[in-house]
Structure formats: C-alpha cells, structure tokens
Nanobody
Framework: QVQLVETGGGLVQAGDSLRLSCAASGLTFRTYTMAWFRRAPGKGREFAAAISRGGNMYFADSVKDRFTISRVNIQNTVFLQMNSLKPEDTAVYYC????????????????WGQGTQVTVSS
C-alpha cells in the first residue's frame, strides 16, 4: 500500500520555525520527485517546494529564502524546514510524489498525503 504520512504541524507565532516530515511507504522512494503543497483557508492548493530525485530544490517565490526542502532516501522521508513563519503561511500542508520531473502543477503528482495543519498567529 502506497502511503505518505505528514507530521510536524502545529500552532506557532510569527517568526517561529517548524519542520514538517513526510514518511513514504510502499514505493521506491529514491525514484520519486517529492513536493510540498499547501492550501490556505478559502484558497486553492498552492505549490510550496519540491526536491528532485537528484536533490535539486525548487521553491515558490512566497517561501523562497525562508523554507528549505530536503530528503533522506534511506529513511524514505522528505522534510520541509520552515523559518521566519508568517500568518499568511497558515495552511494545511500536503506532501506529494511523482515519478515524473519536477512540476509546480499539482496535477503532475499522483500520490498525496492527508495533510498537516500549520497555523501561524500574529
């Protein structure tokens, strides 16, 4: 059974940091491009960051220089380190996977986790 499980969300204050984790199972993790998307209240799903099979990283302009993405293939896990959090970062964060090349388009990803809530208070 293919599964992505996100953990690490929570309630923090503006300026704080959080690290999200996404544990994968049932797939050959090292062959997948991994990404984080988010959905803020009342808004559509938005690309946040991605990391390719080879470790190349991609970020949305809104999180660039504040967020970092990394992966540990031996642990089948991808991380999203979020620093200098802002209230506008409040969203449900989803982990996603694809065997294709990196894309900002959510439709390119066919495996999704259930999401973890991140709330940033001002």
């Amino acid at each position: 059974q293919v599964q992505l499980v996100e953990t690490g969300g929570g309630l923090v204050q503006a300026g704080d940091s959080l690290r999200l984790s996404c544990a994968a199972s049932g797939l050959t993790f090292r062959t997948y491009t991994m990404a984080w998307f988010r959905r803020a209240p009342g808004k559509g799903r938005e690309f946040a960051a991605a990391i390719s099979r080879g470790g190349n990283m991609y970020f949305a302009d809104s999180v660039k220089d504040r967020f970092t993405i990394s992966r540990v293939n031996i642990q089948n896990t991808v991380f999203l380190q979020m620093n200098s959090l802002k209230p506008e970062d409040t969203a449900v964060y989803y982990c996603a996977a694809t065997v294709s090349f990196y894309s900002k388009d959510a439709d390119a990803y066919n495996i999704w986790g259930q999401g973890t809530q991140v709330t940033v208070s001002s």
